[in-house]
């Protein structure tokens, strides 16, 4: 099973920016993802991309659309998430995640009959008003 490591949480105020990475031990997957989960709150979907060379597939929950940006470095098996703009209402926990199929990452927190194959431990973003 892939072992995924995130870096890069911390604290900022409201409209700061924060990069986040995602190293994974091996390339098992064909898509990364993240997430994020406040407590007491369920997993939500944040975006997910396709690590195949000619697949541009990317994906992004509404609420962040224009201000983060997911991306990816094949010969590093790392994913990243450029946080921008960012507002309290984004201070969570960010996990990210890897898969064979990307659809499985975008649809793993709404379909119960779906997992993925790797989760990573997380890593704490607060965002201060």
């Known amino acids: 099973q892939v072992q995924l490591v995130e870096s890069g949480g911390g604290s900022v105020q409201a409209g700061g920016s924060l990069r986040l990475s995602c190293v994974a031990s091996?390339?098992?997957?064909?898509?990364m993802g993240w997430f994020r989960q406040a407590p007491g709150k369920e997993r939500e979907f944040v975006a997910a991309?396709?690590?195949?060379?000619?697949?541009?597939?990317?994906y992004y929950t509404d609420s962040v659309k224009g201000r983060f940006t997911i991306s990816r470095d094949n010969a590093k098996n790392t994913v990243y998430l450029q946080m921008n703009s960012l507002q309290p209402e984004d201070t969570d926990i960010y996990y990210c995640?890897?898969?064979?199929?990307?659809?499985?990452?975008?649809?793993?927190?709404?379909?119960?009959?779906?997992?993925?194959?790797?989760w990573g431990q997380g890593t704490l973003v607060t965002v201060s008003s």
């Open positions: 991309l396709s690590f195949t060379w000619n697949d541009g597939s990317i």
């Open positions: 091996a390339r098992t997957f064909n898509a």
């Open positions: 995640a890897a898969d064979p199929k990307l659809h499985n990452l975008v649809v793993v927190t709404t379909d119960k009959d779906v997992n993925v194959e790797g």
